[in-house]
Structures are given as C-alpha cells and as structure tokens.
C-alpha cells in the first residue's frame, strides 16, 4: 500500500528514524575507522532519503526554457549553510532560474574536484502518475517522484554522503566545488552560460555528474555491473516534413500530408543503424558478459565482441538485446538511435493540413557513424517518399556548420582513466559494491559536461545507486522512482569515494 506523505510530514517521519543503523559514524571506509562524529549537522541532512523527500517537493519543471529553481536552490543553501559551508546563489536573466555553486576549501592547492548536478527535472504527466510527482512517496521499497533517479537522487547521494564527513570534522587534500546547475534539460543559462560568465568559480581538475548505471541481476536487486561514463553520445535532432494539399475535410485527397507522414514514420520506426563497436563500448560489453549470471546473455556478448563481419555482428547484436534485463539500454549502446518526439500537423478540424512534421531525437557513438553519415543514410531511405528531411538547426546556422559541429561532438575523446577521481570511483565501487564487477562506459544520453570537456578536464558520471530496468524505463517518464535501500547504499558509495580525497 502507498504511503502519500507531504513535505512536512515526510520530514517529521523520516529525519529521525530513517537515519538509524546507517549513520555516517559507523562507517568503515578502507582501512581507517571513521572517527565520532564532530560537528552538529542535522540528522535530516545527514539522511538521503530525507534530502531526497525535500529535492523532490520542489517542482522544477522544465518545459524547454528553463524552470523556477529559485526555491529548490534556497533548500540546498540552507542545507550548506548548516553545515558551515560557505555558498552562493548565481541568478540568470531569466527570473527565479538560478545555479548554487557551494565550496569546501582544501588544504593543498591541488585542482579541485567540482561534482555537478542539475535541479531542473522534465516536466510530469500528473494525470499519468499513480502518486503525485512532487509529493515524495514510499511505496514497495521505493521513493517516488519526478527527479528521483534523475538526477535529485544523485544529487541527494553526494551531498548527504559529503556531509558525513564534515559531521566527522573531516577534511579534504583538494577544494571540493558542488555546483547545482539549471537548465540542463533545455534553456539558455545552464552550465556553458554559466562557464562563460563566471569560469574563475568553476575551474577544476576533474568533475563528476549523472552517468554510469548500477545494473542488477535478473533478479532486478543484486548489484551485476557498476560503470562510470566517460564519453557521451552526440545528441542531434533531425526533422521529417512531409507536403501535400490543403483542402476541405469533406474531400480527403491522396495526396495527404499527414498520411505520407505516417507512412514515413512507420518506416524509419522499423528501421536500425548499424551497430558500430568502439574500444569504449567493446570494454563495457566484455564486462557485461563477464558480470551477469545468464550465461545465454554472456554466450551472445561473446558472438557479438567476436564478429568478423558486418552481418554476423547484426546478429548477434539482436541476440544481445534480445537476452538483456536491460534491452532499450544495450540496444542504444550499440548504434545510432532516432526516436520521435515532437509531431506537428494541422490547425484546424475542417482544413487538411499542407504540411506535417515530426521531430526525431537521435543520438550517435563517438569513434562510431558519424551523424552525417545517418543523415545521409535517412534521405537515401526516404528518396522518393515525399518527405523532406533536414537537420534541426538553430537559427541562422547552416547545415555544414551543424555538422562540422557535430563532426567535433563525435571525435571527442573519452575521459582519461589516469585521474585520481577515477581511481576514487573504482575503489569505492569494490568497497561498496564486493560482488559486482566494475567497468568505464559511455553514457547513452547527455550531461552538462561540455564547457569543462571543451577545456580538456576530464568529466565522468555516476547514478550511484542499483536500478532495475523498469526504474530506468521510468526516467523521463511515469512514476519516476529508485529503491530506498539502493539509496542508502550509493550514499555509502558516494561517501567511500570522497573518502579517498580525505586527509
């Protein structure tokens, strides 16, 4: 049965108890017993569950031009200012949008480590939701609400697991920056606007984001696999317009822009990129094969990584996705994905459009097809369709521009492996998580990462806690929640990777 609770509630119920038996005191990170606790921070601070309940109740939605974080960021400035961290609240034009970037000084002057997480969630079909998405709900174990995986529950995670070690009076050899983006789902003031207009605050060695997924088991629970992404796919839109007359709708004609729409849909929605494997991809893939306990899976990764021609890889390709607990997440890890978004047609109920349009998300591999070379690939499938097909540029940008732009987006190199924030995250993956293997990715989808990859730091990413495939088809989508349990350990996790930065 679901427990609906509302902020207050929620706070008074869990600041207190939800905290018992996993104090950050309690804790043994490597070989040195974490010492008694040393400052007064509240124990609601301390509790991810409840910082999470908190992240949540504050909506910031984001419809495409930004949200209203104001209030969110305010939350978490009381929160560093409990703790005796020193922060400050950076506005944007536009009104209410805000990044909070806190500080932790160090005590050598060795480059900071900067851990990023942005505020602004996508917006929630309520009526879809079988809770309120910001009214934060335990239910079956796990915490429900828009942001819960992405990306309040890292955000939750880092900051609770950090505040343990102040609680402890610890202390760190480098500045530890938390910068609190906005505008990372869409808008104009997110972390590059940011860099531009204050880069002397958000200077660092290296940076950690969302990211890498904890995969379980087929028993949704067991830790199999912890990753770390080092690389993002190229992010490109593509539009489909098709053209037709427009008339009266009493005389449907043949000539339907919407129906030769439909039918161009219907083709590409059948259609898959060629799988492109890449040192990146094929270290992850090994790894897979190496982590899960279904043999069958393990036995077709093998096929896969072992191919010695195009269509033997396809096969095994679909094999792999066919077997996978998580098929939409390995399928996407192995070409260039296209998936509708946004549709427009028409305007009025008696007047058949002349033209209709669809919006196509797609995503490319570094190292893999280039996004000229899909584009090239979808007119010469809609040759003689009737329907256009053009890249989504902005305003008063060229097709050549987009795609040289995009040509520097696919030739990125992935984050280097040779950084003490990696060695961090591979330690604290072996400490908290003893069973499952460990490995570098490549994220699937975007971060805020660029204007810090476009000064060659290196940036990687982490949702540090255990999802089952359900929870992560639920990202961007319905029911948005991650398993209490899983959270409490990848605060744990969090906490054990800060460790290694501890003097």
């Not at 207050?8 to 040195?32: C, K, P």
């Not at 427009?246 to 729409?261: G, M």
């Not at 096929?303 to 679909?318: F, I, S």
């Not at 990696?422 to 330690?427: F, G, S, T």
Request: glycine share 8%.
């Amino acid at each position: 049965m679901s427990t609906h609770l509302g902020r207050r509630t929620f706070l008074t119920s869990l600041s207190a108890a939800a905290i018992a038996g996993v104090s950050g005191s309690q804790l043994v990170a490597g070989a040195r017993t974490v010492p008694a606790a040393a400052a007064a921070i509240p124990a609601a601070d301390l509790d991810p569950l409840d910082l999470l309940g908190r992240m949540i109740s504050f909506d910031t939605q984001n419809f495409g031009t930004g949200g209203k974080t104001r209030p969110y960021a305010e939350m978490i400035k009381a929160v560093w200012d409990s703790a005796g961290v020193s922060s400050e609240i950076i506005p944007t034009p536009k009104k209410d949008n805000v990044h909070l970037l806190a500080r932790i000084q160090g005590t050598t002057s060795a480059a900071p480590l900067l851990v990023l997480g942005h505020s602004d969630v996508v917006p929630a079909e309520k009526e879809n939701w079988a809770t309120d998405p910001f009214t934060p709900t335990v239910a079956g174990g796990a915490i429900f609400g828009r942001g819960a995986l992405d990306m309040k529950g890292m955000n939750s995670a880092s900051i609770a697991g950090l505040l343990r070690h102040l609680d402890e009076g610890g202390r760190f050899e480098r500045d530890i920056i938390v910068l609190t983006d906005c505008d990372e789902e869409a808008g104009d003031y997110g972390s590059s606007w940011l860099a531009e207009k204050h880069w002397g605050k958000l200077k660092a060695g290296m940076v950690l984001t969302e990211g890498g997924w904890f995969l379980a088991q087929p028993d949704k629970k067991t830790p199999m696999l912890i990753t770390v992404t080092r690389q993002d796919k190229v992010y490109f839109n593509i539009d489909l317009t098709a053209s037709g007359t427009a008339t009266h709708s009493s005389k449907p004609n043949p000539d339907s822009a919407i129906v030769t729409l439909a039918r161009a849909i219907d083709r590409l929605a059948g259609y898959l990129a060629p799988v492109h494997l890449t040192p990146v991809t094929r270290r992850y893939f090994r790894a897979l094969a190496g982590a899960t306990d279904d043999q069958r899976l393990a036995q077709a990764i093998r096929l896969l990584l072992g191919a010695k021609n195009r269509d033997t890889r396809e096969r095994a390709a679909t094999l792999v996705v066919a077997r996978s607990s998580y098929p939409w997440l390995h399928s996407a890890l192995l070409r260039t994905t296209s998936s509708f978004v946004i549709e427009e047609a028409g305007y009025k109920e008696n007047v058949i459009p002349s033209t209709a349009t669809v919006r196509v998300n797609c995503r490319g591999i570094p190292g893999g097809q280039k996004p000229r070379e899909f584009l090239a690939d979808l007119r010469a499938m809609m040759k003689g369709s009737g329907v256009d097909v053009a890249l989504g540029l902005l305003p008063d940008q060229t097709e050549e521009e987009y795609l040289h732009d995009l040509d520097k987006s696919w030739a990125t190199k992935p984050a280097t492996l040779e950084t003490p924030l990696y060695r961090a995250i591979e330690r604290a993956a072996h400490e908290t998580y003893p069973g499952a293997t460990f490995a570098p990715a490549l994220f699937e989808a975007g971060t805020s990462l660029t204007p810090w990859r476009e000064h060659g730091i290196p940036g990687y990413g982490v949702y540090p806690y255990v999802i089952d495939n359900d929870q992560l088809v639920a990202m961007h989508g319905n029911d948005e929640n991650i398993f209490v349990d899983a959270l409490r350990q990848g605060t744990d996790f969090m906490y054990r990777m800060y460790d290694h930065f501890r003097v």
